[in-house]
């Protein structure tokens, strides 16, 4: 299978050095940056999305993966664990390990086709509804908590 690099260039210079080493009749793609529309083409075709994160935000780019049904292999650091939950597959942040449990996930279909639903189903409970009820609840806690004080 292809290796798609998403996102754009020169954010860090380790990940374009190893693009340049890749040799060539390995097959490669560096779409540059998704734009939303394109996601389900890219990720809904996906084998494995794979996003090995060494700190993440909220961890929107395996909840996109997971929302066009792609299997994930992920890190668990920071909001990853949360969002991802047991619908995802985990690695390390070591490089060699990271390449071991790609080639495993590439050559387990069923736990592949597994975690491809798990996530799907996971992404539906990720609604704006929900969002919008989590925030109200921390900013309801908050006030009361000051009026307490």
Do not use: N
């Not at 540059?32 to 935000?57: H, K, N, T, V």
């Not at 780019?61 to 650091?77: N, S």
């Not at 690695?91 to 387990?108: F, G, K």
């Not at 086709?113 to 919008?132: M, P, Q």
């Amino acid at each position: 299978p292809a290796l798609v690099v998403a996102g754009g260039q020169g954010h860090d210079d380790d990940i374009d050095k190893a693009v340049a080493e890749v040799p060539a009749h390995l097959r490669l793609l560096r779409p540059g940056y998704l734009r939303y529309a394109d996601l389900p083409g890219f990720l809904g075709g996906a084998l494995i999305a794979a996003y090995p994160s060494y700190g993440e935000g909220f961890g929107l780019p395996i909840l996109e993966a997971m929302a066009c049904a792609a299997p994930v292999l992920t890190t668990p650091r920071l909001s990853l664990p949360e969002v991802g939950g047991d619908a995802v597959a985990y690695t390390s942040e070591d490089p060699d390990q990271i390449a071991a449990d790609l080639v495993a996930l590439l050559d387990d279909e069923p736990r592949r086709l597994a975690l491809a639903k798990a996530g799907f189903d996971r992404a539906k409970e990720f609604t704006w509804e929900s969002s919008a009820e989590v925030h109200l609840a921390a900013w309801t806690r908050a006030r009361d908590r000051r009026s307490v004080d």
